[in-house]
C-alpha cells in the first residue's frame, strides 16, 4: 500500500514543487501532481478576495481521503493539502500528488484523489468580488 | 446535563443566522431546522443544501430525535479546492 | 491559444517545481504536472545508469507536439521539456505540465501532451543493468 | 556531387552495425538495407523495428529510389520519456 506522505489543512502557503518532491522515490517512474489555484475572476467576475474556512473534522476526512485513494490505485505514494484561511490569487488552495511505479495509473489516481478531496473535504470558499458583493461558493 | 441542543453553523450557514453558535430546545432535527428557519428567515433558502451531523454522525433523516445536550452542526455544500 | 512557455530537449537536469510554476496564470484554476523519473528497477532487474540520445529534428518534433496539444484542448499554457545524456536515478527524464481556467480538462491534457510526447520524440533510452548488461529500451 | 548516400545509424541500429554514419551506393531503399544486413549481421534483428527518413522525410515505402548524394536516417523505436 502506497506510502501517505502528507495529509494537511493548513493555514500556511502550499508549496506545489515541495508537495510533488515528496512523493519521489526510486521506485516510483510517474509523478503526476495537481494544484488548483485561486483565480482572478469566476463567471466573469473579477474577485477581489478570497477565504477558506474548514469544519473541525477536515483534517480527519483529508486522511480518510488519503487512505481510500492508497487502497483503491497501485500507488508508490501521495501527499495531499488542502489551504485554509485568506488566499491570494494565483496561490494554490489545493495541491495532490501521486507518485507510481509506470505511468498509467499516475493520472487517474491523481484526477481520483482531487475528485474525492472536492467532494468529501468539509471546507468552503467564500469569495469578495471586486464590486463589494460576496459569496459562499456553491450556495448562492 | 444542559437542557439544550448547541446547534453549529458553518459558512453560508452561520452566515445566514449570524450566529455560529445557537442553543436551542431539543426535538426532531426537522422541527429544529423548523424553528430556526422561522427565526432567522435567511436560512430557509440555505438549509435545503446543507448535510447534518448529530453528535459527529452523518444525518440521514431529518426525522431524528435530538435530545438535550447532543450537538448538531449543520454543514453547506462543501466548495474545497 | 495556449501558451506555449517551454519546450526543450536539453543536457541539463529538469526541475518539475520550476516548470510547474511557468504555466502558473492568474487566469489558471488548475495546473497538472507530469514527470516521468528514472528508476531503479526495469522488469525486475537493477538499473545501474541510463542515457537518453535524441535524434537532430527532436526540438522540432517537440514543438510540433506541443502545438498539437495546444491546439486540441483549452489550455491557458503548457510546458515540456526531455532530457538527454546521462541521468541519474530518480531524476526526470520529461516533465510535462499544463494549466486550465477550469480543472475539467488539465489532466487529460497533461495525460496527451506526454502520450504525443513519447510516441513522436524521437529520443532513445539506454539501460546499463547492475549485472552488466545493456539495452536499448523497446528494441530488445 | 557525392556519388554516395550517407546513412546516418541512431541508437541501437548504430550499435548493431558499430558506425554512427556509413557511405553505401545508391539504390532502392529496401535494396540499401539489404545490403546493411548482408555486411552487419546484428542489424536484422533492428531493421524490421525501425521506420526510415530520406532526406529528413518520413519514408511510407521501403522500395522508395535512393539517389546518390541523398541521406538516409534509420530511426529504432522511440523510447522517450
Not at chain 1, 52 to 71: F, G, M, N, R
Request: charged share 20%; aromatic share 6%; with cysteine.
Amino acid at each position: 500500500m502506497a506510502d501517505i506522505r502528507l495529509v494537511e489543512v493548513t493555514d500556511r502557503p502550499l508549496d506545489p514543487g515541495a508537495i510533488e518532491r515528496l512523493v519521489g522515490d526510486d521506485r516510483a517512474g510517474a509523478v503526476v501532481c495537481f494544484s488548483g489555484n485561486v483565480r482572478d475572476h469566476d463567471h466573469g467576475r473579477v474577485v477581489a478576495s478570497l477565504t477558506y474556512e474548514a469544519h473541525p473534522t477536515a483534517d480527519s476526512v483529508l486522511k480518510d481521503v488519503a487512505q481510500e485513494i492508497a487502497s483503491r490505485f497501485d500507488l508508490v505514494a501521495l501527499a495531499v493539502a488542502h489551504r485554509l484561511g485568506p488566499i491570494a490569487i494565483g496561490d494554490a488552495a489545493l495541491v495532490a500528488a501521486v507518485s507510481t511505479g509506470h505511468r498509467g495509473d499516475a493520472f487517474a489516481a491523481c484526477a481520483a484523489l482531487v475528485d474525492l478531496t472536492k467532494e468529501r473535504l468539509p471546507v468552503w470558499k467564500h469569495q469578495v468580488f471586486a464590486d463589494g458583493t460576496d459569496e459562499w461558493v456553491n450556495c448562492a | 446535563m444542559p437542557a439544550t441542543v448547541e446547534v453549529h453553523l458553518f459558512a453560508a450557514a452561520r452566515a445566514a443566522v449570524g450566529h455560529s453558535v445557537l442553543e436551542v430546545g431539543p426535538g426532531g432535527l426537522a422541527d429544529i431546522l423548523g424553528r430556526l428557519e422561522a427565526d432567522y428567515p435567511d436560512f430557509s433558502a440555505v438549509r435545503p443544501r446543507c448535510s447534518f451531523l448529530l453528535d459527529g454522525t452523518a444525518v440521514h433523516d431529518e426525522g431524528v430525535p435530538v435530545g438535550a445536550g447532543s450537538r448538531v452542526d449543520v454543514l453547506p455544500p462543501f466548495s474545497g479546492g
